[in-house]
């Protein structure tokens, strides 16, 4: 796992081969994150399904609680099969725009 830190977010880029290797070590990690927007990306060589992603459901509702912006970078074929707002985009530069967003929709009392 490796962390980089903007002013504007932190991105996590998970390094491990398996998603539920990743998930294990960012929760025993995610306090450290509780005021911060996380992006996280992923090798190529990650092995990974639509249920792989579905793991981080639980921490995304937290970073909303928390008023913070939760996105996961990744090519999908199939967005559908996630919740409406469980965010997942194919690149940095969407993600970075969701943050964005989701900031203006928080000031606005969305």
Request: net charge negative; glycine share 0%; aromatic share 10%.
């Amino acid at each position: 796992m490796n962390i980089d830190k903007t002013s504007k977010y932190t991105r996590i880029h998970c390094t491990e081969k398996r998603i539920q290797d990743f998930i294990i070590k960012l929760d025993s990690e995610i306090k450290k994150f509780e005021k911060e927007h996380l992006i996280i990306t992923f090798s190529e060589e990650i092995n990974s399904s639509t249920r792989d992603y579905l793991l981080f459901l639980n921490i995304a509702s937290k970073k909303r609680l928390q008023k913070t912006s939760f996105i996961i970078v990744q090519k999908i074929d199939n967005t559908d099969d996630f919740p409406e707002d469980f965010n997942i985009v194919p690149t940095l530069t969407e993600a970075e725009d969701i943050i964005d967003m989701e900031s203006m929709e928080r000031e606005l009392g969305f």
